[in-house]
C-alpha cells in the first residue's frame, strides 16, 4: 500500500504574521504621533507644519522664487499682516479720537466758566448724547425776546472756537417756563424757544467758521421743564437754552 505524503510544513512563521506586524507598527506609530501632537508646542509645530508646506511641494514642482529659509518665509507673512487694512482697527482708533477731543473740548469749557465765574448760570457736563452745556436765560437774553446779550458772547465765540477744531454735530434747544406770552412775534413758547435756538446758531456760524449743516435748531416750549413750575426759582431754572455737542459713536445721539 501506498503511503501519503505529508505537506511540508515551512519553517518560521506564518506569511500572515508580517502583515499582522506591519498593522500593529503602523497603529503604534499612529498613537506616538498622536501623543506628541498634543504635547508639542503650537509655535514649533506651525513652523514644521508650514516648513513641509513650502519645501514638499516645491521640491517636485520647482519655482523661480527660491524659499531661502523658514524664517524669510515669517518674516514676508508678518509684514504682510502688518500692512493689511483692518476696518474694526481703524473705527476703534477713530472712536478713541472723538472721545479724546469731546473730553478736551468739556475741559476748555469748564476752565473758562471757572476763569470767568459762570459757573452759576452755565454749567457743562457729559453724558450720552455728548457734551452738553445749559445756559439760563438770564444769561443770553432778556425776558420774552431772543437776542443776544452782549455779556453772552465771549462764551458763545469760546464754544465756536472749540467747534471749529471738530466735526461733531450741534444741537440747540430753546426752553421756557409754563407762562404763557402773545406777542406779535412771538404767539406763544414755542415761537420764543425756536427763535432763542435759531440765535444762538446764528450768533455761532457768524462769528465762527462753522458749516451750517452742522447744526440743529429744536424749540421745546415749555414741554420739557427740568423741575416743577412751582416757584419762581423752578421758573428760572427752566427758562435755558441747551447746547449739545453730539458724540458720533453713539447711534441714539444722531440729530
Do not use: C
Not at 450768533?203 to 462753522?210: G, P, T
Amino acid at each position: 500500500m501506498e503511503r501519503r505524503r505529508q505537506p511540508k510544513q515551512e519553517k518560521g512563521a506564518p506569511k500572515w504574521m508580517v502583515t499582522f506586524s506591519d498593522l500593529m507598527t503602523l497603529i503604534l506609530v499612529f498613537f506616538i504621533l498622536l501623543f506628541s501632537m498634543s504635547v508639542v508646542d503650537a509655535t514649533k509645530f506651525r513652523a514644521v507644519a508650514d516648513s513641509f508646506q513650502n519645501r514638499a511641494i516645491f521640491d517636485f514642482y520647482p519655482s523661480i522664487i527660491p524659499f531661502d529659509s523658514l524664517n524669510e518665509d515669517n518674516d514676508v507673512k508678518e509684514k504682510t499682516k502688518d500692512n493689511v487694512h483692518d476696518p474694526l482697527r481703524d473705527v476703534n482708533n477713530q472712536e478713541k479720537d472723538s472721545n479724546q477731543e469731546l473730553d478736551r473740548l468739556l475741559q476748555e469749557v469748564q476752565e473758562f466758566l471757572v476763569e470767568n465765574q459762570l459757573h452759576d448760570v452755565i454749567s457743562a457736563f457729559r453724558d450720552d448724547r455728548g457734551v452738553v452745556l445749559v445756559l439760563q436765560e438770564r444769561t443770553l437774553f432778556e425776558s420774552g425776546e431772543a437776542q443776544i446779550l452782549d455779556g453772552a458772547k465771549p462764551f458763545l465765540i469760546k464754544v465756536g472756537t472749540l467747534l471749529e477744531h471738530i466735526p461733531n454735530l450741534v444741537k440747540v434747544e430753546g426752553h421756557t417756563d409754563s407762562r404763557p406770552i402773545s406777542t406779535f412775534r412771538y404767539p406763544s413758547n414755542w415761537e420764543l424757544s425756536g427763535a432763542r435756538a435759531s440765535s444762538v446758531i446764528r450768533f455761532l456760524i457768524d462769528e465762527n467758521k462753522i458749516e451750517p449743516y452742522r447744526f440743529l435748531a429744536v424749540g421745546y416750549g415749555d414741554t420739557r421743564p427740568i423741575v416743577p413750575n412751582t416757584t419762581s426759582e423752578n421758573l428760572q431754572k427752566n427758562r435755558r437754552v441747551v447746547i449739545v455737542i453730539t458724540d458720533p459713536n453713539n447711534p441714539q445721539s444722531d440729530l
